[in-house]
């Protein structure tokens, strides 16, 4: 994990912090000096891959709030940027803070525009970083820190005072529904208790009487100042600081208070820039003052570190797949082991089992050979349905006609192999094969029926036989001897007239056609 390292920038020096397994560990102090400068290079460039975060508490701070019209993207960006030019002109660490919608028709926007007005206490500091090119996250005022402060100790009051004693100066800020609206650094000139102990009373007070000619709050409107301190401060600061009508004090121990925002460990004194620096770490402010310029080698971080956790991920979905596939493959070879070997069992029982069959006369190939041929010749046996049928569909409209007797047979050479075929085993139709059926009949027209009658019936028989392609009709027996070498005679005509014509017809029909 990349190291985090703070440092915590007054008027006169800087410290550098690097924070590890939830302690602050101080590594070095910088005085605004050519040396101190040269000295915090060389720190710089004992840690390039750590992440910087920047903590100023300077008195060159200025706060203002404005009103903005209701906008979104684009349009909001520029006129924050253009009233942050008219509030702080030619100032470069600027930020602004939303305080959200008023509740009217419009909604306009409050905001908090702050500035850091003396570039030149930071221009050393942010060179050294620039050149060494490490990775800046942001810088941060300590005022902005103060809400979430308050909400760590467990403070709600709708308005407040905040004074903290760091770095020789006392802070005061005011607070009001949980957001900074104002912010000013004093100076302490003593270090005895006594005498920031008056500094609380005497700049709370001022804080108080400050705002109220401002308007922000009412000449009469009762206010509570927080002020943090250690345990062994607290008699001389209750005896200094004194409750009234509109001003009244709160003091709360700054042990009690690292506790409550998660430092280990707890400060000696009444400073307190470790709590400061540690919620920067956990809890950093959404607005922060360095460019997108200065921030530039911190984004690249950023872009390396996901795509160095993208690739891990994918690394890992790479090393997870091919274990799995490794463990399927083993699965499948094993399952591959095991239906060979029941394979190798099953017929080695198949050999024990043959080995019990009674000898045969023959080989199998012969026997083989035997049963293909039987199973030719049932394929290719003949029956007579399809000659039948044509027979029935020929007597559908002959009502006259009735059928006597049906002598059917079949004839044909022995089943061939399909020459040149490309398919072993295929056969076709039996070379020659035919079936051949001999229909007698007779004619019933009746009594008035003439020859010439019965001659047509019999021959419209014959024409609906032939129209089948595939059947050879041949006559056997006409219903009358009508050869040329005999003669009708009128009285046998007569006699023959009333008699059943007889007649026998002889049908072919090729297999297979």
């Given at each position: 994990?990349?190291?985090?390292?703070?440092?915590?920038?007054?008027?006169?020096?800087?410290?550098?912090?690097?924070?590890?397994?939830?302690?602050?560990?101080?590594?070095?102090?910088?005085?605004?000096?050519?040396?101190?400068?040269?000295?915090?290079?060389?720190?710089?460039?004992?840690?390039?891959?750590?992440?910087?975060?920047l903590?100023?508490?300077?008195?060159?701070?200025?706060?203002?709030?404005?009103?903005?019209?209701?906008?979104?993207?684009?349009?909001?960006?520029?006129?924050?940027?253009?009233?942050?030019?008219?509030?702080?002109?030619?100032?470069?660490?600027?930020?602004?803070?939303?305080?959200?919608?008023?509740?009217?028709?419009?909604?306009?926007?409050?905001?908090?525009?702050?500035a850091?007005?003396n570039?030149?206490?930071?221009a050393?500091?942010?060179?050294?970083?620039?050149?060494?090119?490490?990775?800046?996250?942001?810088?941060?005022?300590?005022?902005?820190?103060?809400?979430?402060?308050?909400?760590?100790?467990?403070?709600?009051?709708?308005?407040?005072?905040?004074?903290?004693?760091?770095?020789?100066?006392?802070?005061?800020?005011?607070?009001?529904?949980?957001?900074?609206?104002?912010?000013?650094?004093?100076?302490?000139?003593?270090?005895?208790?006594a005498?920031?102990?008056?500094?609380f009373?005497?700049?709370?007070?001022?804080?108080?009487?400050y705002?109220?000619?401002?308007?922000?709050?009412?000449?009469?409107?009762?206010?509570?100042?927080?002020?943090?301190?250690?345990?062994?401060?607290?008699?001389?600061?209750?005896?200094?600081?004194g409750d009234?009508?509109?001003?009244?004090?709160?003091?709360?121990?700054?042990?009690?208070?690292?506790d409550k925002?998660?430092?280990?460990?707890?400060?000696?004194?009444?400073?307190?820039?470790?709590?400061?620096?540690?919620?920067?770490?956990?809890?950093?402010?959404?607005?922060?003052?360095?460019?997108?310029?200065?921030?530039?080698?911190y984004?690249?971080?950023?872009?390396?570190?996901?795509?160095?956790?993208?690739?891990?991920?994918?690394?890992?979905?790479?090393?997870?797949?091919?274990?799995?596939?490794?463990?399927?493959?083993?699965?499948l070879?094993?399952?591959?082991?095991?239906?060979?070997?029941?394979?190798?069992?099953?017929?080695?029982?198949?050999?024990?089992?043959?080995?019990?069959?009674?000898p045969?006369?023959?080989?199998?190939?012969?026997?083989?050979?035997?049963?293909?041929?039987?199973?030719?010749?049932?394929?290719?046996s003949?029956?007579?349905?399809?000659?039948?049928?044509?027979?029935?569909?020929?007597?559908?409209g002959?009502?006259?006609?009735e059928?006597?007797?049906?002598?059917?047979?079949?004839?044909?050479?022995?089943?061939?192999?399909?020459?040149?075929?490309?398919?072993?085993?295929?056969t076709?139709?039996?070379?020659?094969?035919?079936?051949?059926?001999?229909?007698?009949g007779?004619?019933?027209?009746?009594?008035?029926?003439?020859?010439?009658?019965?001659?047509?019936?019999?021959?419209?028989?014959?024409?609906?036989?032939?129209?089948?392609?595939?059947?050879?009709?041949?006559?056997?027996?006409?219903?009358f001897?009508?050869?040329?070498g005999?003669?009708?005679?009128?009285?046998?005509?007569?006699?023959?007239?009333?008699?059943?014509?007889?007649?026998?017809?002889?049908?072919?029909?090729?297999?297979?056609?």
């Open positions: 994990m990349t190291a985090r390292r703070l440092i915590y920038v007054c008027a006169h020096r800087v410290t550098a912090f690097h924070w590890r397994a939830g302690e602050l560990i101080e590594e070095g102090s910088f005085d605004a000096t050519a040396a101190g400068q040269l000295q915090f290079a060389g720190y710089l460039a004992e840690n390039p891959k750590s992440i910087f975060l903590l100023a508490n300077v008195a060159e701070e200025g706060f203002q709030i404005e009103t903005i019209p209701f906008l979104r993207g684009s349009d909001r960006h520029a006129i924050v940027a253009r009233k942050l030019g008219q509030a702080f002109f030619n100032a470069t660490l600027t930020a602004a803070i939303s305080l959200g919608h008023e509740k009217t028709r419009r909604k306009d926007e409050r905001i908090m525009l702050a850091f007005t570039y030149e206490v930071f050393p500091w942010l060179s050294a970083m620039a050149r060494a090119e490490v990775a800046l996250a942001g810088l941060y005022s300590l005022p902005l820190l103060g809400p979430t402060l308050l909400k760590k100790l467990g403070v709600s009051d709708e308005r407040c005072l905040l004074l903290t004693i760091q770095d020789q100066s006392i802070r005061q800020s005011y607070l009001e529904k949980g957001e900074l609206h104002f912010s000013r650094l004093t100076p302490l000139h003593h270090n005895r208790v005498g920031f102990a008056q500094t009373a005497d700049e709370a007070l001022k804080l108080q009487q705002l109220v000619s401002q308007r922000v709050i009412g000449r009469k409107q009762p206010i509570t100042a927080y002020l943090l301190a250690h345990a062994s401060a607290r008699s001389a600061i209750e005896s200094c600081c009234s009508d509109t001003l009244s004090f709160t003091i709360l121990d700054i042990a009690d208070s690292a925002c998660g430092l280990k460990a707890l400060p000696a004194g009444t400073d307190c820039e470790p709590l400061f620096l540690k919620l920067l770490t956990t809890e950093r402010p959404a607005a922060q003052f360095a460019s997108d310029d200065q921030r530039h080698d984004h690249l971080s950023v872009v390396r570190a996901v795509l160095r956790g993208v690739g891990a991920v994918v690394l890992l979905g790479c090393l997870l797949w091919s274990g799995k596939e490794m463990f399927d493959s083993a699965r070879n094993d399952e591959i082991e095991v239906i060979k070997t029941e394979t190798e069992l099953a017929r080695r029982g198949y050999e024990n089992i043959v080995k019990t069959f009674p045969i006369p023959t080989t199998s190939q012969t026997l083989r050979g035997v049963i293909n041929r039987y199973v030719e010749f049932e394929k290719a003949v029956l007579p349905d399809e000659l039948y049928r044509a027979i029935s569909g020929a007597l559908q002959a009502a006259s006609v059928l006597e007797a049906i002598e059917w047979k079949a004839t044909g050479g022995p089943l061939s192999r399909a020459a040149g075929s490309a398919e072993a085993g295929r076709t139709s039996p070379a020659g094969a035919s079936e051949t059926a001999i229909v007698r007779s004619l019933r027209l009746g009594p008035d029926s003439s020859p010439r009658q019965v001659l047509h019936v019999f021959k419209r028989l014959l024409d609906v036989l032939r129209r089948d392609p595939g059947l050879e009709v041949e006559v056997l027996q006409q219903p001897d009508v050869e040329s005999k003669s009708l005679k009128g009285g046998e005509a007569a006699i023959e007239d009333q008699q059943t014509r007889q007649f026998k017809v002889q049908i072919r029909r090729v297999v297979g056609e």
